[in-house]
T-cell receptor
Framework: DQQVKQNSPSLSVQEGRISILNCDYTNSMFDYFLWYKKYPAEGPTFLISISSIKDKNEDGRFTVFLNKSAKHLSLHIVPSQPGDSAVYFCAASAGDNFNKFYFGSGTKLNVKP | ETGVTQTPRHLVMGMTNKKSLKCEQHLGHNAMYWYKQSAKKPLELMFVYSLEERVENNSVPSRFSPECPNSSHLFLHLHTLQPEDSALYLC???????????FGPGTRLTVT
């Protein structure tokens, strides 16, 4: 049973506009969330994280929002650039087993010039 | 370049072969991980090592055998694999368990 879900396998956005990638989770014990980006033939690269004590975390063009009541996480990229085209994974872990991260299946973002 | 290297990058093996995947991290991290990524599926955690001790073993079949001789090196020994074991195997490291992970490029394994 998948505890972290990314329901959109792909997303296409025009350069300069906002990209919004979504992630839902089922385990209310999750308290740490991360986003990774993956280019073809490379491993995932850590982008940004958020803990459950916050509802927003920003790093440059990337902002992660957490809605604990809805068990929903989103990544906003503003403005989107063609180099952002990649597969984005969200991941989550729970404090009682922080060794283990649960990953979503990924959303492929295509930013069109 | 994330500071985590994996060899080989591609491997084709028969079901009766024995092979090993190697991972090395140059980041001074204390924790290392093996993940499996099958087509169209999320990353699945296989093993976690912290300071060379295995701290997580995620119900992985015994035909996969990890080894962590020191905090910089991690191996995955493979024997009598099945075709459904064909996947991308990713190694990762983190400062300590629970921190963000740095991934290697992966080994694309095909079992024939």
């Amino acid at each position: 049973d998948q505890q972290v879900k990314q329901n959109s396998p792909s997303l296409s956005v025009q350069e300069g506009r906002i990209s919004i990638l979504n992630c839902d989770y089922t385990n209310s014990m999750f308290d740490y969330f991360l986003w990774y980006k993956k280019y073809p033939a490379e491993g995932p690269t850590f982008l940004i994280s958020i803990s459950s004590i916050k509802d927003k975390n920003e790093d440059g063009r990337f902002t992660v929002f957490l809605n604990k009541s809805a068990k929903h996480l989103s990544l906003h990229i503003v403005p989107s650039q063609p180099g952002d085209s990649a597969v984005y994974f969200c991941a989550a872990s729970a404090g009682d087993n922080f060794n283990k991260f649960y990953f979503g299946s990924g959303t492929k973002l295509n930013v069109k010039p | 370049e994330t500071g985590v290297t994996q060899t080989p990058r591609h491997l084709v093996m028969g079901m009766t072969n024995k092979k090993s995947l190697k991972c090395e991290q140059h980041l001074g991290h204390n924790a290392m991980y093996w993940y499996k990524q099958s087509a169209k599926k999320p990353l699945e955690l296989m093993f976690v090592y912290s300071l060379e001790e295995r701290v997580e073993n995620n119900s992985v079949p015994s035909r996969f055998s990890p080894e962590c001789p020191n905090s910089s090196h991690l191996f995955l020994h493979l024997h009598t694999l099945q075709p459904e074991d064909s996947a991308l195997y990713l190694c990762a490291s983190s400062q300590d368990p629970g921190y963000e992970q740095y991934f290697g490029p992966g080994t694309r394994l095909t079992v024939t």
